[in-house]
């Protein structure tokens, strides 16, 4: 089910203070959040790395900085973001892909763990910032990624990795340029509610790390599970239970590892960790009726653009309206001159006025940070709902002057 926890009374106030479209965001939901995670996978040496790429706010990474989590980067921009505000070290796990090799020098220098995801990324490694003593490789095992007869996934197909030869290889090289342990990440499906994704991932690295460390002799310290674990984006989904999924993490580790093994586990969640806890705050600005009944709303793509990229279902509802019969067909638009730049098709609603508030829910990750500015739409404000009621903006809208900046 959608996240309901705030009432129709919040968003109104919020957007009596500030203009819509915003983001709005619940400190209180993702503390709880952090604080639930940790407690479920406290049977082992475990950190959260949030992904920063989900939410790249400070004032959000903050709350995670609080919490006792570290950072996911993928990106300079994202070091320098993390930089800025602190993190360094065993706080900052670097997971770029194809990157320009001068981000591993930067990641070198805050002392972030480096997730190699390719074999001839060792030796940019060696050149731009050396090897340091532990190591991260990505593996990808390739093929289909079964998850009780369903296929969760196509490694296979997936650019990302390293391929179960090349893992000894990697290693054994790596052991010769004076590493001494090494962790293992994978990430094989993206968004799922499946229970079973993590322990079953985690397995399949578990028994990894165990192989490998026999073919290397070296160390098999943590398993970086990565992000993945998915949201319920549509009414009547249910919520993941992490303490579930913990305890069957814990059942394989045991298992596999042993009880007192000491390897860790890590995580980079981004969309479990925020998702449910952001809301597309928005009014409604227009209706056309003609083949099909359009509400024109004051938000567009540029601040949430999953439903046009991926067509994802985003939960919608009316403020003040949460109870009324949902009697009238509508597409929800923004006004790019796109014909995907809708938040919903075919939506059943209750009938919209002119000026109703309407929330869009789960858009706490990857939401405002994939905005773009196509037509010149300009991204949305940010605002924090805290934990003393009050509101506060974390991000403000972008101005004419910001889109100009950059010409020359
Ligand atoms: C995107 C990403 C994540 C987060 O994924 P979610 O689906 O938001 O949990 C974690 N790690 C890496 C390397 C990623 O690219």
């Not at 400190?27 to 082992?44: C, P, T, V």
């Not at 800025?84 to 070290?89: D, L, N, V």
């Not at 390293?162 to 340029?177: S, V």
Request: proline fraction near 4%; include cysteine.
């Amino acid at each position: 089910m959608p996240n309901f926890s705030l009432s129709d009374d919040i968003f109104a106030a919020a957007a009596q203070q500030f203009p819509t479209p915003f983001h709005l965001y619940d400190e209180k939901g993702i503390r709880q959040r952090i604080r639930d995670m940790k407690e479920a996978f406290s049977f082992a040496p475990f950190k959260e790395y949030f992904a920063v790429k989900a939410l790249p706010n400070p004032r959000i990474l903050e709350i995670f900085q609080q919490e006792g989590c570290g950072l996911d980067c993928s990106s300079e921009v994202e070091l320098i973001m993390a930089e800025k505000m602190g993190f360094a070290g065993e706080d900052i796990m670097f997971s770029a892909n194809a990157m320009p090799p001068e981000e591993f020098l930067h990641a070198r220098k805050l002392g972030a763990y480096i997730n190699l995801d390719d074999i001839s990324d060792i030796d940019t490694l060696r050149d731009f910032g050396g090897i340091p003593e532990e190591v991260c490789l990505r593996y990808n095992p390739g093929g289909e990624f079964n998850l009780g007869g369903a296929i969760m996934g196509q490694p296979g197909d997936s650019k990302y990795g390293i391929t179960r030869a090349q893992m000894t290889q990697a290693l054994l090289r790596l052991k010769e340029m004076g590493v001494k342990k090494f962790g293992i990440h994978s990430f094989l499906a993206s968004n799922t509610t499946e229970e079973s994704y993590y322990p079953t991932l985690a397995k399949i690295v578990f028994e990894l790390g165990k192989e490998l460390e026999q073919e290397t002799d070296l160390a098999f310290s943590f398993a970086n599970l990565s992000g993945g674990v998915g949201i319920p984006y549509y009414p009547g989904q249910e919520d993941s239970n992490i303490f579930r999924i913990g305890e069957n993490v814990r059942k394989c580790y045991e298992e596999v590892l042993g009880k007192d093994s000491g390897v860790a586990i890590k995580t980079e969640l981004g969309r479990f960790m925020t998702g449910p806890f952001g809301w597309l705050v928005t009014r409604v600005m227009h209706e056309k009726d003609i083949h099909k009944r359009y509400l024109g709303v004051d938000a567009c793509a540029s601040c949430l653009m999953r439903p046009a990229m991926y067509g994802a279902y985003h939960h919608i509802h009316l403020c003040g309206k949460r109870n009324d019969a949902c009697d009238t067909l509508y597409d929800v638009t923004g006004a790019l001159c796109e014909n995907n730049d809708k938040f919903a098709v075919d939506r059943m609603l209750p009938k919209a006025n002119m000026g109703d508030l309407m929330v869009i829910h789960d858009t706490g990750a990857h939401g405002l940070a994939m905005g773009y500015q196509y037509n010149g739409r300009l991204r949305c404000a940010e605002i924090l709902y805290r934990e003393d009621g009050t509101f506060r903006m974390i991000r403000r809208a972008e101005t004419p002057e910001d889109y100009f900046a950059t010409l020359l």
